[in-house]
């Protein structure tokens, strides 16, 4: 894809490592998320950024440290992962935070173990 | 508290048939929701949004319907063909901003030939 790309596709880690995910929006909007997406579960919004800045956690434990140093870059720091925090991570741009249409990228296959 | 229930964990219906997928929230006064498709190893794509003043939305062979007595959006595929057979996922966003948007589970459509 060229519109939001994610890297890496896939990650392993242990649960003391840490490690960040990639995002990268070629769309030129202003506004970029993060989702988990877990087996048989529904995707959870877990962070919300509008022109760099976070205006929205929902509620998501401190060992996962989201970071937006511009406009086409968002990253995910991971720290101390539980073995539960094993999902499909997915990284989506719009336009602006008001506009409805979502653009979501391949996401990052995470496992811990 | 608000939920998002869409109506079966999978549909099986033959080619050519009319697919129809099920979409009930509670507690919610959404402005509009969304209908995206996700492929497997694939991040979602957005398909078509119905405001809460239109009882009705169409795009090429898909028809989306937004009762909101009922709470209920129900999103048709006309003449299915084989290739429509992916995940479904509605979404609502609570304050109209993408700020809080909630995904239900989805429905995996399979369409054989």
């Known amino acids: 894809e060229t519109g939001v790309t994610q890297t890496p596709r896939h990650l392993v880690m242990g649960m003391t490592n840490k490690k960040s995910l990639k995002c990268e929006q070629h769309l030129g909007h202003n506004a970029m998320y993060w989702y988990k997406q877990s087996a048989k579960k529904p995707l959870e919004l877990m962070f919300v950024y509008s022109l760099e800045e976070r205006v929205e956690n929902n509620s998501v434990p401190s060992r996962f440290s989201p970071e937006c140093p511009n406009s086409s870059h968002l990253f995910l720091h991971l720290h101390t992962l539980q073995p539960e925090d094993s999902a499909l991570y997915l990284c989506?741009?719009?336009?602006?935070?008001?506009?409805?249409?979502?653009?979501f990228g391949p996401g990052t296959r995470l496992t811990v173990t | 508290s608000q939920k998002i229930e869409q109506n079966s964990e999978a549909l099986n219906i033959q080619e050519g048939k009319t697919a129809t997928l099920t979409c009930n929230y509670t507690?919610?006064?959404?402005?509009?929701l969304q209908w995206y498709r996700q492929d497997p190893g694939r991040g979602p794509v957005f398909l078509l949004l119905?405001?809460?003043?239109?009882k009705e939305k169409r795009k090429e062979r898909l028809k989306v319907t937004f009762d909101t007595t009922l709470k209920q959006s129900l999103f048709h595929i006309t003449a299915s063909q084989p290739a429509d057979s992916a995940t479904y996922l509605c979404?609502?966003?609570?304050?109209?901003?993408?700020?809080?948007?909630?995904f239900g589970a989805g429905t995996r459509l399979t369409v054989k030939p």
């Open positions: 989506a741009s719009s336009q602006d935070p008001g506009t409805y249409e979502q653009y």
């Open positions: 507690n919610y006064s959404p402005a509009y």
């Open positions: 979404a609502l966003d609570l304050r109209g901003n993408n700020n809080d948007m909630r």
């Open positions: 119905i405001r809460e003043n239109e």
